[in-house]
T-cell receptor, first 115, second 112 residues
Framework: GAGVSQTPSNKVTEKGKYVELRCDPI?????LYWYRQSLGQGPEFLIY????????DSGLPNDRFFAVRPEGSVSTLKIQRTERGDSAVYLC?????????????FGPGTRLTVL | GQNIDQPTEMTATEGAIVQINCTYQ??????LFWYQQHAGEAPTFLSY????GLEEKGRFSSFLSRSKGYSYLLLKELQMKDSASYLC?????????????FGRGTSLIVHP
């Protein structure tokens, strides 16, 4: 079946602009995670959803970052007033459960570059 | 917060065995994962340990000691395609949330 997909694959924007990054999880997966990864670092947790609600958003760095998952499937990560420090690869992952041996399946990521 | 430590880089020879260590300090431990990530690609799941001991899966094995806060990933019969970054991730449970924290990854270079 289809894996996790993310669009766009690359996004170049100017400082101060607004961007939206989209994630389509694997069908039937109730949990959805957003991470960002900088070069030479591991993925850094941002937020995760269980169904439609944000179960934990403690990783969002500040209030410029926001994410939604209105119908419990597709999710959008929104970044306002982008800064150069936001440049990174944004990864989305989904899993069937959130405990036990649940395996997170990652999408290919969106490479965000803020000029 | 969580503290996860793994070596930055390792090199090994094709056909050999390599062990990648991961140490962690955390509260609310709820499992440890290993992922493989090739350059420019997404991480892919390798293994999961929640109880002490060794989990074997083909050429890859993973070990966990919760009392020592220690895990390792063992790769046997190394192949060139095993050159990648290996990420150790610790999941904690807090207030009903299951949050994974990743180490910075170990870049493994396999040479002929």
């Amino acid at each position: 079946g289809a894996g996790v997909s993310q669009t766009p694959s690359n996004k170049v924007t100017e400082k101060g602009k607004y961007v939206e990054l989209r994630c389509d999880p694997i069908s039937g997966h109730t949990a959805l995670y957003w991470y960002r990864q900088s070069l030479g670092q591991g993925p850094e947790f941002l937020i995760y959803f269980q169904g439609t609600g944000a179960a934990d958003d403690s990783g969002l760095p500040n209030d410029r970052f926001f994410a939604v998952r209105p119908e419990g499937s597709v999710s959008t990560l929104k970044i306002q007033r982008t800064e150069r420090g936001d440049s990174a690869v944004y990864l989305c992952a989904s899993s069937f459960l959130t405990g036990g041996a649940d395996t997170q399946y990652f999408g290919p990521g969106t490479r965000l570059t803020v000029l | 917060g969580q503290n996860i430590d793994q070596p930055t880089e390792m090199t090994a020879t094709e056909g050999a065995i390599v062990q990648i260590n991961c140490t962690y300090q955390t509260s609310g431990f709820n499992g440890l994962f290993w992922y493989q990530q090739h350059a420019g690609e997404a991480p892919t799941f390798l293994s999961y340990n929640v109880l002490d001991g060794l989990e074997e899966k083909g050429r890859f094995s993973s070990f966990l000691s919760r009392s020592k806060g220690y895990s390792y990933l063992l790769l046997k019969e190394l192949q060139m395609k095993d050159s990648a970054s290996y990420l150790c991730a610790v999941r904690v449970v807090s207030g009903g949330s299951y949050i994974p924290t990743f180490g910075r990854g170990t870049s493994l270079i396999v040479h002929p």
